[in-house]
């Protein structure tokens, strides 16, 4: 009873909070309009008994991912935030398909996820185990290839990120001298 | 020639322990447990040395007047002059030398006698800079700065020093601190207790 | 029905006690804090209201309350004050996975000094204590000052170098005790028989650097630089919204870190530990209250700890932070959990 509230509640202000982001013209708004969005999923993940995946969307994308934005926004001086600059239109007609794509894509997953274990098998292994022993076990035995795969992907960035800030530090230099 | 002089870097050892870190902290944790050696303020109140910058004053009559400059400036403008009362022979060099000069207000009166004195002196506290040129100014050692650096007032009116005031303020410090030996440092116990352990601690200080 | 009425009254007893707690003594440790800096600088500190200015924090508050509240022109409002909010919500939020000490049983009721055991408490810990970086930044935009900008941007390049730092240094201790619920935690250590700092000395002390970071502490105190900075992002606001930010920085923030450290590194409300062989407890004539005297007795330690290095260290320049945090921080956090890992089963036996 409580739980199907708080669940209400919770999904009740992503959404909201969901249609702020795109429809809010000031961008400190947005990012605030997206931080709770982040964070009331973070809640319905609790909810749903999926602790560790709720602490890392609070720790990673509430905090770490959110604060960059901010970082970059709070430079952004109040006299632009309040105007309200014409958005991306012919950008966001090209974009559309791919969004769209991913939209389907996900909802596959979903459906595709729910056949898999239509009645909740994981939930006895986690209350067995606990929740982050199972996703670690998911994570290194079944998933291997995909999370090693995806940890290449990183380092790839990573040192692309490296390269792009050295070669920046290189022009400063040069042009001192 | 400009000799540079650096840090010395500070070896591994000390990286990896924090040595330096280490160092500063048990000098301050020996201060904590040390006796504190403030004056609690509106409870106690220091002494400030003979040549304190504070409030003006103006020195009166008794006898001890810089001679013979005072009987010059006395003879030269005519003042008459009453034992307990201002020296001030308005020569108005005091307000010449002020780098705010407007904060002066000095005008003389004549005494059906025929002789001069200082009839209004009135010195605006709000634009001085206690810089102490006008002290230096004054001719007949009238205009000084006594010790009392307790300036605040609930009114500007307040802040304007007069001539009966400057005079009062006069009276007191010559009875009080005249015959003080013009030194920096008084010997005074509460000033003792502020260097209390300069006495014991440090060999320079060491008589 | 029954069990679920007694739960929901316990837990409401916990919040009530933890606020209590944790606000009172967050106020009040103003008044610590200006002693330990007087009599660092050899001065007596507040002496006058109370008995050695032990009002002191009252008078404070009341003037801070009576005060003016100004707001500055062209600011924004509403995230002026929404700033306030997310300052003061996340850092009391942390104490909800702080265990006070052992189970124990009154009434016939189990009661755990924990608010929420949850198993991932740790991880909760950091997310709500780098959320408070939000409210600075927030509060810096809102003012509409370039004091309180530069102050709240720099804020914001600390946590987000010192996040990842902290991250990896808490690493060790959860592999040691292999759960990342707090009352977990401080349990294994207590069957290993083993304080984690004799075996993680380096993920200690880097994490006292993250948490001297994180609380805007000296020597990582750049976003207030009272000399340069006036006092960063808390210029515009005045009166109690003023006095809030510090309270909520400095001293819930920091007795909750401090409390974390003590869960991970000095065995939560155990005793005195010989690594390996046992615990001394010199005061058992307290009986079941020792455990809770012992936690309080660690936290205050070190929050006195971190007091004293505020008050004795220089305060480094922003590029310094951030390169200490890159290159010196994270590579020894490697280091530590790569040696972790090599002596965890000998640990885990
Ligand atoms: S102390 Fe300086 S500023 Fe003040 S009255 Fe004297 S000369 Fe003028
Ligand atoms: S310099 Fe001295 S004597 Fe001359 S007017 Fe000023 S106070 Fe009087």
Redesign the interface.
């Known amino acids: 009873m409580i739980q199907w509230l708080v669940f209400f509640l919770f999904s009740g202000i992503a959404v909201l909070s969901a249609l702020g982001v795109v429809f809010l013209p000031n961008p400190i708004y947005v990012i605030l309009a997206l931080l709770s969005v982040l964070v009331s999923v973070a809640g319905l993940f609790f909810i749903a008994g999926a602790e560790l995946v709720g602490a890392i969307q609070l720790l990673i994308y509430a905090v770490a991912v959110t604060v960059f934005y901010v970082f970059v926004l709070t430079a952004v001086p109040w006299e632009k935030a309040i105007k309200k600059d014409p958005f991306y239109r012919v950008e966001g007609l090209i974009s559309f398909p791919l969004v769209l794509a991913l939209y389907v894509e996900m909802v596959l997953v979903f459906l595709i996820g729910v056949s898999v274990s239509p009645k909740g098998q994981f939930r006895e292994l986690i209350t067995k185990f606990g929740n982050t022993e199972v996703v670690g076990a998911i994570l290194f035995s079944k998933y291997f290839l995909a999370f090693e795969l995806v940890s290449l992907v990183l380092l790839i960035g990573m040192i692309g990120a490296v390269i792009i800030g050295r070669k920046e530090a290189q022009t400063y230099e040069d042009h001192s001298s | 020639m400009v000799k540079k002089v650096f840090e010395k870097p500070l070896s591994w050892l000390e990286r990896i322990l924090f040595l330096d870190f280490i160092r500063g902290l048990s000098i301050t944790i020996r201060h904590a447990f040390r006796r504190t050696i403030t004056t609690h303020y509106p409870y106690e109140k220091l002494t400030p040395p003979k040549r304190f910058r504070g409030f003006f004053g103006h020195k009166v009559v008794n006898g001890k007047e810089p001679q013979p400059a005072f009987d010059e400036w006395v003879e030269r403008f005519k003042i008459k002059v009453e034992p307990g009362r201002s020296r001030c022979v308005v020569c108005m060099l005091c307000k010449r030398a002020c780098p705010v000069p407007q904060l002066f207000e000095i005008e003389g009166e004549k005494l059906p006698d025929g002789r001069r004195r200082v009839s209004v002196f009135n010195m605006n506290m709000m634009l001085c800079t206690f810089c102490g040129f006008c002290v230096d100014a004054c001719p007949v050692d009238c205009l000084f700065q006594s010790d009392i650096h307790e300036t605040a007032s609930y009114t500007r009116k307040d802040a304007v020093l007069n001539l009966e005031l400057l005079e009062r303020i006069g009276r007191d410090w010559q009875a009080r601190r005249e015959d003080e030996p013009d030194r920096i440092w008084i010997d005074d116990a509460q000033r003792q207790k502020l260097w209390y352990e300069n006495d014991l601690k440090l060999p320079e200080v060491r008589r | 029905m029954d069990s679920v009425l007694a739960w929901l009254i316990i837990t409401v007893i916990k919040i009530l006690v933890i606020l209590g707690i944790v606000l009172g003594i967050g106020a009040y440790l103003t008044l610590v804090e200006r002693k330990?800096a007087?009599?660092?600088?050899?001065?007596?500190g507040p002496?006058v209201v109370g008995w050695h200015g032990l009002l002191q924090p009252l008078a404070d508050g009341l003037k801070l309350l009576t005060k003016e509240d100004l707001f500055p022109r062209?600011g924004?409002r509403f995230?002026y004050n929404?700033a306030l909010v997310l300052a003061l919500v996340p850092a009391t939020l942390v104490f909800a996975v702080v265990p006070f000490g052992p189970e124990f049983e009154t009434f016939g009721i189990k009661v755990k000094p924990i608010l929420t055991d949850?198993?991932?408490g740790l991880?909760?810990v950091?997310?709500?204590g780098?959320?408070a970086?939000?409210a600075i930044?927030?509060a810096?935009?809102a003012s509409?000052s370039k004091y309180a900008?530069i102050g709240?941007?720099r804020k914001?390049?600390i946590?987000?170098s010192y996040?990842v730092v902290i991250?990896f240094a808490v690493m060790g201790p959860i592999i040691l005790a292999g759960?990342?619920s707090t009352y977990e935690i401080v349990q294994k250590q207590i069957e290993q028989k083993l304080w984690y700092i004799w075996l993680q000395p380096i993920a200690f002390?880097v994490y006292m650097f993250a948490v001297l970071a994180e609380m805007g502490r000296v020597p990582f105190d750049i976003q207030e630089a009272e000399a340069e900075l006036v006092t960063g992002f808390t210029v515009e606001y005045g009166g109690m919204k003023f006095g809030l930010f510090p309270l909520v920085e400095w001293y819930v923030e920091g007795l909750s870190l401090s409390a974390i450290a003590v869960v991970l590194f000095l065995g939560g409300w155990s005793p005195i530990n010989i690594p390996f062989l046992g615990f001394i407890d010199p005061l058992f004539f307290l009986g079941p209250l020792s455990p809770f005297v012992w936690f309080a007795l660690k936290v205050t330690l070190l929050f006195l700890f971190i007091l004293?290095?505020h008050?004795?260290?220089p305060r480094y320049r922003i590029d310094q932070i951030t390169s200490t945090a890159w290159k010196v921080m994270l590579p020894l956090t490697f280091v530590n959990l790569v040696l972790t890992a090599v002596i965890a089963p000998l640990i885990w036996r």
């Open positions: 330990v007087a009599h660092i600088q050899r001065r007596p002496m062209y924004n995230l929404l949850v198993n991932v991880l909760l950091f997310a709500f780098s959320m970086v939000f930044a927030l810096g935009w509409n900008l709240s941007m914001a390049g946590v987000v996040e991250t759960t990342l002390v004293w290095l008050w004795t260290l």
